[in-house]
């Protein structure tokens, strides 16, 4: 987690910071991001993974200081949209070290990644060949991937599962989709084919699914290379590294990753007699995820039934997963000693839906009350990524911790922000 210290009298500081310092002043909710923390998960992966490509996942959290500290740490960058891309070469990273991915990209998002000069482009759909290839031009070229689906579930959620057939994203490799659509790459000069890739889902732990990847990847690579002579010089694993966001939770183990896909790797392409593609990998929330805190005020506290009910001033526009994946979350109260016993409660939102549960039955001080602040640890990442406006409610900052410094990265959405869209009457 963000490197925290804890000073006596239940302060929690981060990256040197009390929690409540930035609470005051940039008000609350507000998104707390350790940098040092994600400077040292980058380089972590780079040491685990020294001859492999590292792309950090954008859709996890993207601002410009975090594309300025990922481009810093030598990673590259996965992005699914003209946004996500923009932002990122408008603060000078580079394009060739960016990945362009989406099962439906549109005629801006290719334009833009063109116009930039994107490293790759991961097609995901038979019609997006001809359109690329179109829009690249008979004189242009441009490096591609094909996503392909290996028929693997994994992945903490239905939801972010994308390893199987039943799912929107990639081609099958059962169905001979990807085969398919292979051929159709190679008969366009202007496009040249770098590397397979597959994503398989999101919040993953265990070591196991990965190397059932690379076996399926390698499977296939051979048949390319029996059916077209082709050999690929890459192959892109995806992310969807699992992180702990609970005390006692189970993460995905970065060093037994790296050491049993280099060898699955190793071994499945010598039998194959392949040459050993440069692996890519794309982990977002690994990098992330436990550097970022959110810290809430609590309005509201609630006895009905057997249910105590803390209500804080941010909740599902500021992070959905709860709503959306059944995620657990472990809020703890800062900036007084909690001397009385714990009690269970369920810490919820603002929001006008009784969905709007931030952490259902979980044990905080029993004298919880209105004006105390609560931290919600491992909040870096698909929080504010997927923030939302619901009831008109600004989105909140992003404050960058740092040697005892808080720097304000993302200004808070003020009323006016959102007032200013609306043009019409
Ligand atoms: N590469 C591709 C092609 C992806 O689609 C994703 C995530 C990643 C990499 C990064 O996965 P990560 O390492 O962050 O698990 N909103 C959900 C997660 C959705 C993940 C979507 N794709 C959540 O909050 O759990």
């Not at 909710?29 to 040491?47: G, I, S």
């Not at 990273?93 to 362009?100: D, H, S």
Request: aromatic content about 4%.
């Amino acid at each position: 987690p963000a490197s925290t210290t804890e000073p006596p009298h239940g302060e929690l500081a981060v990256g040197g910071v009390p929690l409540t310092e930035v609470a005051e002043r940039f008000g609350t909710p507000v998104y707390v991001l350790d940098e040092a923390e994600v400077r040292d998960r980058c380089r972590t992966y780079r040491d685990a993974f020294p001859e492999a490509e590292v792309l950090y996942a954008a859709k996890a959290f993207l601002c410009r200081a975090m594309a300025h500290w990922v481009a810093e740490e030598g990673l590259g960058l996965d992005v699914c949209s003209a946004g996500e891309l923009e932002l990122a070469v408008t603060t000078g990273f580079p394009p060739e070290r960016i990945v362009l991915h989406g099962n439906a990209k549109s005629p801006r998002d290719l334009e833009t990644a063109l116009r930039l000069g994107v490293g790759r482009i991961v097609i995901d759909s038979p019609a997006e060949i001809a359109r690329l290839a179109a829009a690249v031009g008979p004189d242009g070229h441009q490096k591609v991937m094909v996503r392909v689906v290996p028929g693997i579930s994994a992945g903490g959620h239905e939801k972010i599962r994308t390893g199987t057939d039943d799912q929107k994203f990639g081609l099958s490799i059962a169905d001979g989709y990807a085969q398919h659509a292979i051929a159709r790459i190679l008969d366009q000069p202007q496009l040249e084919l770098t590397g397979l890739h597959c994503h398989l889902g999101s919040q993953i732990t265990s070591v196991k699914p990965y190397l059932a990847a690379v076996r399926r990847l390698v499977g296939l690579m051979t048949r390319l290379y029996e059916q077209h002579g082709l050999t690929l010089p890459e192959l892109d694993l995806g992310g969807g590294h699992g992180i702990a966001y609970r005390p006692g939770e189970e993460a995905l183990d970065l060093t037994a990753l790296a050491r049993r896909v280099r060898a699955e790797l190793t071994d499945a392409c010598a039998t194959a007699g392949l040459p050993v593609p440069r692996l890519i990998i794309e982990p977002g929330r690994a990098i992330v995820g436990p550097a970022g805190i959110a810290v809430y005020h609590v309005l509201a506290v609630k006895h009905t039934g057997d249910t105590v009910f803390v209500a804080v001033d941010g909740g599902m526009s500021d992070n959905p997963r709860p709503a959306l994946y059944g995620v657990r979350y472990a809020p703890r109260l800062i900036g007084r000693a909690d001397t009385a016993a714990p009690a269970r409660v369920t810490v919820v939102g603002r929001h006008c839906e009784a969905g709007d549960v931030l952490a259902a039955d979980v044990e905080l001080p029993a004298d919880i009350r209105p004006g105390d602040l609560l931290a919600v640890p491992v909040a870096g990442a698909y929080h504010l990524s997927m923030a939302s406006n619901y009831n008109l409610v600004g989105r909140p900052p992003v404050v960058a911790v740092r040697d005892g410094l808080a720097r304000l990265l993302v200004r808070h959405e003020s009323l006016a922000d959102i007032r200013s869209r609306d043009v019409g009457l």
